[in-house]
T-cell receptor
Framework: AQKVTQAQTEISVVEKEDVTLDCVYE???????LFWYKQPPSGELVFLIR??????QNEISGRYSWNFQKSTSSFNFTITASQVVDSAVYFC??????????FGSGTKLNVKP | NAGVTQTPKFQVLKTGQSMTLQCAQD?????MSWYRQDPGMGLRLIHY???????DQGEVPNGYNVSRSTTEDFPLRLLSAAPSQTSVYFC????????????FGQGTRLTVV
């Protein structure tokens, strides 16, 4: 069975602070994909990153970085120098057969000026 | 670019009524799916399709029907609406079945009274 746990329901930070959003997953598949999506207050889902199970390289994109560790089944997301525009709900998702997504419950990030 | 288009954006139904949520994509994607988003639970897969004429159940299929007669369209039917189906519904499409990015529509907010 697939499972994605985002234990942090809501996080509040002050602008310019760094923040890490945790994601822990469970799967018996050896080939799988992990995603992060952002859902701003307007409600749409915005793709952030995809990582396959064979690629454990960390990735940095501007102020965003992702740390994938198969040993701990984690795929954490860090925002450096957070901004008010980063306020959103962030979803971690596990993608498996036929591109089906299993989403975590999401972490709501509040960035205060 | 239209991407994935969902209609309507908002809908109020009475218990027992039926309706169809429309989803259309113009990216020639083979894979399409429907999710529902409830507070604190992330998105859950209702039904998915891997091509015209082929559909299958997801995690929470009860109370919903789908069909896929064309590559572009994937409507979701509620045969007899229940208050438990009050939710935000998202349609998604993707090019392939191996961890490709899913593009989401803007969502349909459905209230059943």
């Amino acid at each position: 069975a697939q499972k994605v746990t985002q234990a942090q329901t809501e996080i509040s930070v002050v602008e310019k602070e760094d923040v890490t959003l945790d994601c822990v997953y469970e799967t018996r598949d050896t080939t799988y994909y992990l995603f992060w999506y952002k859902q701003p207050p307007s409600g749409e889902l915005v793709f952030l990153i995809r990582r396959n199970s064979f690629d454990e390289q960390n990735e940095i994109s501007g102020r965003y970085s992702w740390n994938f560790q198969k040993s701990t089944s984690s795929f954490n997301f860090t925002i450096t120098a957070s901004q008010v525009v980063d306020s959103a709900v962030y979803f971690c998702a596990l993608c498996y057969n036929f591109n089906k997504f299993y989403f975590g419950s999401g972490t709501k990030l509040n960035v205060k000026p | 670019n239209a991407g994935v288009t969902q209609t309507p954006k908002f809908q109020v139904l009475k218990t027992g009524q039926s309706m169809t949520l429309q989803c259309a994509q113009d990216m020639n994607h083979e894979y399409m799916s429907w999710y529902r988003q409830d507070p604190g639970m992330g998105l859950r897969l209702i039904h998915y399709s891997v091509g015209a004429g082929i559909t299958d159940q997801g995690e929470v299929p009860n109370g919903y029907n789908v069909s896929r007669s064309t590559t572009e369209d994937f409507p979701l039917r509620l045969l007899s609406a229940a208050p438990s189906q009050t939710s935000v519904y998202f349609c998604a499409s993707s090019y392939g079945g191996s961890g490709t990015e899913a593009f989401f529509g803007q969502g349909t907010r459905l209230t059943v009274v």
